[in-house]
């Protein structure tokens, strides 16, 4: 019993370091299919060693003691995950994106994992008394190595990382590796050094947490299911403002005094108020920090908001940080936005996607021609379809606008192109605006149009207009998104390793 215990711990450490990576990964190098893909390989790969190294050393004399060594050991690894993630994980961003995020899966996950790896086959070799139930021993051992996989993967995402945080759930995982060394071992030895780790886990655990971030304006920080939140204080243009990001991703940010909006992209939802006049409901497919959605309450008094994120915590940040206020003109719904507009039969006069991952790609399954074809659907006549990608319109950053915007020709007859800077290559903000009409604003009536918006002290309307430029792109060799076909990630990649240099500064 006790054996099968040790193999139900191990195999439900395997699945909690895993899915712990991606939250000690994301906050450096966002939530990709790059960041995934590096830890499931690298723990794959080691687990693969572990198998390979575990049945040799099975062969060799194996006992209940070695394998309690093992479970000390990979106890020992666990516990240092939180020590050396931070120095690791900000050296690997100077490898981009790719090769960054699997330096680090492999330096933080592949020692525990590999260590994880050999306590199967070796317990197979334990429990095995005779060869004629080999094949049932294996099959039950594994079977129960999975069922703790199982539980681990449920724990870990549904409770544990919204409950706890994620390093305290690597010491909880060292804590239960220590603990069954303890239950396994015979010998005095290794009952004292597992002990001793447990009791070093629990005093780093009940220990006063370092304040040292708050000299850089933290104010709030907190790990979802989804993101890892955090909300700064800091100091521009001799003005007080807050900013939230997720992990790398910068989400939002407002003035204190005024909780006026910081950045130029966020009042570039009032152009479409000049497209049509009579825009009365509005849907915002992505909250972050709220600051958007209670602008537009507050400069166009008859609109109503709807909004919708897919993590509740975001919501109640932004209602307790940023001024999110619900009321009857402003709702929040928790969901996918995809999964939202299936399930909604409402339609909009104004449509805006600014939705993203922890980096800045815009979640690909929001990107298609289907899930454009959704809006258009939930659309008014004459509604307007308005997006926040950033990129750039051309150079290394252009490839996800370039098929994005293609993307959206296919849907409506009318696009327009609104980027904050008219540095061509600039990784930014760009507005894209789609809409139906049987003729085209041109760009001289815009420009006119723009200059009538609401006076802010971030955007100089009438200087911007005289620049607005990009009628006609060159599209050549841009695709069109479809849900069988969006590698987002892939096109992005650039702006995102772009952003983690940003973020850090290098």
Known sequence: ????????????????????????????????????????????????????????????????????????????????????????????????????????????????????????????????????VLGKTAGNLYAISTFGSIIGTFLTGFVLIPLIGVKSILYLVALLLFSASIILSIQNKIKVLASIGIMVMIIIYIAPKSEALDSAGLVYSHDTPYYHITVRDGEKWGRNLRNLHLDIGLQGGMFLDTNESIYPYSYFFQVPFTLREDIRDVLSLGTGAGITQSSLIKHYPDVRVDTVDIDSEVARVASEYFGFVESEKLRFYLDDARFFLTNSQKKYDLIILDAFTSDPSTPPHLTTTEMLGGIKDHLNEEGIFAANVIASIDGQYSHFFKNFAKTCRGQFSCVHILPMSGELEELQNIIIIGMDSSECIGKEDLRILLRTLPENPIVDWKTYSANLMFDDLNLTGASVLTDDYAPVEYLQMKASEKVVQRYYQY
């Open 1 to 132: 019993m006790k054996l099968k215990a040790a193999v139900f711990i191990s195999g439900m450490a395997v699945m909690i370091i895993e899915i712990l990576g991606s939250r000690l990964i994301a906050p450096y190098f966002g939530n990709s299919i790059f960041v995934w893909t590096s830890i499931i390989g690298v723990v794959l790969a080691s687990l693969s060693l572990g198998y390979y190294f575990g049945g040799r050393l099975a062969d060799k004399e194996p006992s209940i003691e070695k394998l309690s060594q093992i479970l000390l050991y990979a106890g020992l690894a666990v516990c240092f995950i939180p020590a050396i993630s931070t120095p690791i994980l900000l050296l690997s961003t100077l490898f981009g994106l790719k090769f960054g995020s699997i330096t680090a899966s492999l330096i933080l996950l592949s020692i525990p994992s590999i260590l994880l790896g050999v306590v199967s086959p070796y317990a197979v070799k334990l429990e095995t008394k005779k060869l004629g």
